[in-house]
């Protein structure tokens, strides 16, 4: 376990700060954490007035800890209902923040104070400035489809239940068409893209058979620079289309060429989606 503390800056650099304090805002270090959350209870991670969200919470818990309001930037937002393993959620602290605590008694505290569904899983330090978002490299999504031939007991809630078998060379076939950068309009949801650049890059689509608790999973992994609004979920969607037989596998490129999100499948379900980890 990391026992590591902040170390403080100098004394004179501390008065200099702190004259200045009232003129602008202090950041002597920055933070990422590493987040899991069960996304079923949350309209979301960015915050929203009035909403429970992943970010609003944490942010709550963050000015209980230090007496003042802890703005966040996440490596990717995700969508009510969607859950995350490896999300990475950074901000700036001073020293007067820290006090002199270790990394891993703010990692207790944070989890003392926020949502039971969310496990705040590591504190790191970071080079001063960091963002989770734009140092970010790539992200990795998981979709789990459950392909059994009865409904999910166990993974019901973190998964989308596919009875009648799936085509997965089709689906192989028909994602290899997705492969590099495109520009994935079809992909998102309409109004998220106007006016907004739509051009992404996908570097992996694979599908893995997976058993959980002894229930069978098709786990699709998906690896990007970068993601739309929905994105993922459509592109599941269209491509459990193709697996199904409704579409053949060329019909993918048709609905990326098209740029319209009329063109797609459909959505599929949240609580399938699992935003693996972020790529640095």
Same mark, same amino acid.
């Given at each position: 376990?990391? #026992? ?12 200099? +700060? ?38 609003? %919470?944490?942010? /709550? ?5 230090? !007496?003042? /309001?802890?703005? #966040? +930037? ?8 969607? $859950? ?6 950074? *901000? ?17 505290? =944070?989890?003392?104070? #926020? ?11 970071? !080079?001063?400035?960091?963002?989770? @978002? ?7 999504? &998981? ?13 019901? %809630?973190?998964?989308? *239940?596919?009875?009648?078998? =799936? /085509? ?13 950068? &495109?520009?994935? !309009? ?11 650049? #739509? ?21 699709? !992994? ?6 739309? $609004? ?29 740029? %319209?999100? @009329? ?18």
């Amino acid at each position: 376990m990391n #026992t590591q503390t902040i170390t403080p800056t100098p004394a004179r650099e501390r008065e200099a +700060t702190a004259a200045s304090a009232a003129e602008r805002p202090v950041r002597d270090h920055t933070l990422a954490l590493t987040v899991s959350y069960n996304g079923a209870p949350f309209a979301g991670f960015a915050r929203q007035p009035g909403q429970l969200t992943v970010q609003g %919470d944490l942010e /709550d818990a963050l000015r209980l800890l230090f !007496k003042r /309001d802890i703005e #966040t +930037t996440c490596a990717g937002r995700t969508d009510a209902g969607v $859950h995350a393993l490896g999300q990475v959620v950074s *901000f700036d602290v001073n020293d007067v923040d820290l006090g002199g605590r270790s990394l891993p008694s703010l990692r207790r505290s =944070l989890n003392a104070l #926020t949502h039971d569904a969310i496990s705040v899983r590591e504190v790191e330090p970071k !080079k001063l400035g960091f963002s989770a @978002r734009f140092d970010a490299q790539a992200r990795e999504y &998981h979709y789990h489809l459950c392909v059994d031939s009865t409904s999910p007991i166990f993974m019901k %809630d973190f998964s989308w *239940f596919v009875p009648g078998g =799936l /085509d997965i060379s089709a689906m192989e076939a028909g994602a290899k068409h997705l492969l590099g950068e &495109h520009d994935f !309009k079809s992909f998102c949801m309409a109004a998220s893209a106007e006016g907004k650049p #739509t051009h992404r890059n996908i570097r992996e689509i694979s599908f893995h058979p997976e058993t959980v608790m002894g229930e069978n999973i098709m786990a699709i !992994k998906v690896v990007g620079n970068a993601f739309l $609004h929905s994105m993922v979920r459509t592109i599941v969607g269209t491509l459990v289309c193709v697996g199904r037989g409704q579409r053949d596998a060329d019909w993918v490129k048709q609905v990326l060429e098209a740029c %319209d999100r @009329r063109e797609a499948g459909e959505n599929a379900p949240a609580q399938g989606l699992v935003f693996w980890r972020v790529i640095y």
